[in-house]
């Protein structure tokens, strides 16, 4: 039923059209992004949706070399076609079910290093969630700034615009884009700090995120 009737080998044997159509038709959720939450996928946790999910799992498909190549397949359609919202404790697994190095300071920097496993990403949005002003001049919210600042660097090497960075309302109602403030600094600022006049904010965290990501771990 879920490959239209056919076995997987003979769904193998379809054109690749076919078979994309078939995916589109089972996999693509084009209105609204998967929520992705502890023991679920979202829209994909009630029953109908959950028997779709079974095109991702060879023990459906069959682990002999046709229904791994479709299980990628279908997988590689599902992770690329979809939108998903991910909570960093969860980054881990998420990746694993697509399918770090170092010492990262938190488990938040930890998880965010999955992100450089998405590497057909087109666009990745990093939300702060830890209470304070809305541009980030708390004390708070500059800790966790400093915290990802050289993982987010990273990610932006990377991923170049399609990395934004926010900081969200106690609410979640509002957002303050701060992907800026990784935006190397100018010279005239440095100048105008270094003789003690006045920066803005976003000049005086480009300086700042500037010398966290360059100190030796």
Not at 28 to 35: F, M, R, S, T, Y
């Amino acid at each position: 039923k879920m490959l239209g009737g056919k076995t997987p080998a003979e769904f193998a044997l379809l054109p690749e059209e076919e078979r994309k159509k078939l995916y589109r038709d089972r996999l693509w959720l084009p209105d609204e992004p998967i929520h992705v939450r502890d023991g679920d996928h979202g829209p994909f946790s009630d029953p109908e949706m959950a028997n779709r999910m079974m095109l991702l799992q060879e023990y459906n498909m069959g682990r002999d070399e046709v229904g791994k190549r479709l299980v990628k397949e279908a997988r590689d359609f599902y992770y690329t076609e979809n939108s998903f919202v991910v909570p960093s404790e969860r980054m881990g697994d998420f990746v694993q079910g697509t399918l770090l190095d170092g010492k990262p300071k938190s488990w938040v920097a930890r998880d965010l290093r999955y992100l450089s496993k998405f590497t057909n990403a087109t666009w990745i949005e990093i939300e702060i969630w830890v209470g304070g002003t809305m541009d980030g001049m708390d004390l708070r919210t500059q800790q966790k700034i400093k915290e990802l600042s050289g993982i987010v660097k990273e990610l932006i090497d990377q991923f170049g615009d399609a990395i934004a960075i926010s900081k969200a309302s106690a609410d979640g109602i509002h957002r303050h884009d701060i992907r800026p403030y990784w935006n190397p600094p100018t010279a005239a600022a440095k100048e105008k700090l270094g003789v003690d006049k006045a920066c803005s904010f976003e000049e005086l965290m480009r300086i700042q995120i500037e010398a966290w990501t360059s100190e030796v771990p």
